[in-house]
C-alpha cells in the first residue's frame, strides 16, 4: 500500500543533543511537510518542500532544519532541542500544494521526549 | 488570511446518538474545506472535504458535512455513534489567498458513552 512512514515512532534526546527525525512516502508526491503538534492542539506547520524548493514558515524557530535529498525522503533536524520542543512531530504529504482541494496524507508521527 | 474556528474542545455523545461537531471558516474567497480525524499516537486521516461541487459531502465511516456559505459553516455528523469513533476531530480550510496551505481548526475530541 502507498503510505507516509516515520521513523522512529519514539525518540527520547538529551538537552541541546541534535536529532533527526524521517519520513519517507510510496506516493511519489511532489509536496512533503513537517508539523509540530504539542498536546490536545492543532498541527502547525513548520516547512513545507515542493519538490526541492523549500519553504519555511515565518515563525520556525532556526533550530528546525529539514533536508529532502529525493522525491520520497525528507529529514527533519532539530539542532539544539529544548524542552519546549517535546511533542508529536508529523510528516505529510500531498500530490500538490492545493489549488483543487488537495489531501494531504499524513504519517503516524514522531513523539519526541527531550530530557 | 483564512481561519477556521472549531466550537467545543470537547463533545461527549451516548453510542447510537447523534455527532455534531461544529467548524465555522473564515476566507475572503472560496475555500476548500476539510475534515480530518486524528486517532490516539497516529496521524491524521482525511474523513471528507468540500471542493465546491456538492454542498452535501459523505465521508467514510458514515459521517458528513454540509457546506453552508451564508453561515459560513462546515459542521460535521454522523446519525448515529459508535465506540470506535472516539477520535480527535480537526476541521481545516485552504484557499488561494493563503497560497494554499491548510489552516488547520484546534481540534474536538470526540467521546462516546457505552
Known amino acids: 500500500d502507498a503510505m507516509v512512514i516515520q521513523n522512529p515512532r519514539y525518540q527520547v534526546t538529551q538537552f541541546g543533543k541534535p536529532v533527526t527525525l524521517s519520513c519517507s512516502q510510496t506516493?511519489?508526491?511532489?509536496?512533503m511537510y513537517w508539523y509540530q503538534q504539542k498536546s490536545s492542539q492543532a498541527p502547525k506547520l513548520l516547512f513545507h518542500y515542493y519538490d526541492k524548493d523549500f519553504n519555511n514558515e515565518a515563525d520556525t524557530p532556526d533550530n528546525f532544519q529539514s533536508r529532502r535529498p529525493n522525491t520520497s525522503f525528507c529529514f527533519l533536524d532539530i539542532r539544539s532541542p529544548g524542552l519546549g520542543d517535546a511533542a508529536m512531530y508529523l510528516c505529510?504529504?500531498?500530490?500538490?500544494?492545493?489549488?483543487?482541494?488537495?489531501?494531504?496524507?499524513f504519517g503516524p508521527g514522531t513523539r519526541l521526549l527531550v530530557l | 488570511a483564512q481561519s477556521v474556528t472549531q466550537l467545543g474542545s470537547h463533545v461527549s455523545v451516548s453510542e447510537g446518538a447523534l455527532v455534531l461537531l461544529r467548524c465555522n471558516y473564515s476566507s475572503s474567497v472560496p475555500p476548500y474545506l476539510f475534515w480530518y480525524v486524528q486517532y490516539p499516537n497516529q496521524g491524521l486521516q482525511l474523513l471528507l472535504k468540500?471542493?465546491?461541487?456538492?454542498?452535501l459531502v459523505k465521508g467514510i465511516n458514515g459521517f458528513e458535512a454540509e457546506f453552508k456559505k451564508s453561515e459560513t459553516s462546515f459542521h460535521l455528523t454522523k446519525p448515529s455513534a459508535h465506540m470506535s469513533d472516539a477520535a480527535e476531530y480537526f476541521c481545516a480550510v485552504s484557499a488561494n489567498t493563503g497560497g494554499f496551505k491548510t489552516i488547520f481548526g484546534a481540534g474536538t475530541r470526540l467521546f462516546v458513552k457505552a
Open positions: 506516493l511519489n508526491h511532489n509536496v
Open positions: 468540500y471542493t465546491s461541487a456538492a454542498t
Open positions: 505529510a504529504t500531498s500530490r500538490d500544494m492545493g489549488q483543487r482541494g488537495e489531501t494531504q496524507y
